[in-house]
T-cell receptor, first 113, second 114 residues
Framework: DAGVIQSPRHEVTEMGQEVTLRCKPI?????LFWYRQTMMRGLELLIY????????DSGMPEDRFSAKMPNASFSTLKIQPSEPRDSAVYFC???????????FGAGTRLSVL | AQKVTQAQTEISVVEKEDVTLDCVYE???????LFWYKQPPSGELVFLIR??????QNEISGRYSWNFQKSTSSFNFTITASQVVDSAVYFC???????????FGTGTRLQVFP
């Protein structure tokens, strides 16, 4: 079975540009999570969805960040405009309804120059 | 507030040594879950184990074992006869029963030398 699929794996962009990260959760999972990993702050939850509905976005750093889940098989995390301090690894994870275990994608390493 | 502490930032061992990674958690809730994840050099996060707060039985899976002690709020992870492939960063995490949030520790980097 395919796991959580994230794209792109690496993204290099210039400050001020818009960045869109993509995630395809495991089929049948009803919860989706976006995390950010940095050396300074470790792994932190940005936002999560249940049944495509955003439940908690208190971890989203500021208005430059937005996330959508238009259907059960796709989610995006957008940064507009991007800044160098957004450089990090962004992980997507999904969880099935009947099991409290989050399965992570391989991550997107974002570098904002 | 909930918190997970992994006091060991980095551990180095030689192959075949046993190694224990410590995890201490804080929560006032009585129902919660504890997790361990592995992050190898390739970067992905791999789920290893989940434990709920009502199950204090130790668990063994091959060379891996976990010791959960509510009395000391600890959920330690032992690798027996370590191998070079065990080199990774290991994260302990906590979630409460009625939330989906995972609260991660800062991780322990394990280096196993041949």
């Amino acid at each position: 079975d395919a796991g959580v699929i994230q794209s792109p794996r690496h993204e290099v962009t210039e400050m001020g540009q818009e960045v869109t990260l993509r995630c395809k959760p495991i089929s049948g999972h009803n919860s989706l999570f976006w995390y950010r990993q940095t050396m300074m702050r470790g792994l932190e939850l940005l936002i999560y969805f249940n049944n495509n509905v955003p439940i908690d976005d208190s971890g989203m750093p500021e208005d430059r960040f937005s996330a959508k889940m238009p259907n059960a098989s796709f989610s995006t995390l957008k940064i507009q405009p991007s800044e160098p301090r957004d450089s990090a690894v962004y992980f997507c994870a999904s969880r099935p309804r009947q099991e409290n275990i989050q399965y992570f994608g391989a991550g997107t390493r974002l570098s904002v120059l | 507030a909930q918190k997970v502490t992994q006091a060991q930032t980095e551990i180095s061992v030689v192959e075949k040594e046993d190694v224990t990674l410590d995890c201490v958690y804080e929560t006032r809730d009585t129902t919660y879950y504890l997790f361990w994840y592995k992050q190898p050099p390739s970067g992905e996060l791999v789920f290893l184990i989940r434990r709920n707060s009502f199950d204090e039985q130790n668990e063994i899976s091959g060379r891996y074992s976990w010791n959960f002690q509510k009395s000391t709020s600890s959920f330690n992870f032992t690798i027996t006869a370590s191998q070079v492939v065990d080199s990774a960063v290991y994260f302990c995490a906590l979630s409460l029963y009625n939330t989906d949030k995972l609260i991660f520790g800062t991780g322990t980097r394990l280096q196993v030398f041949p």
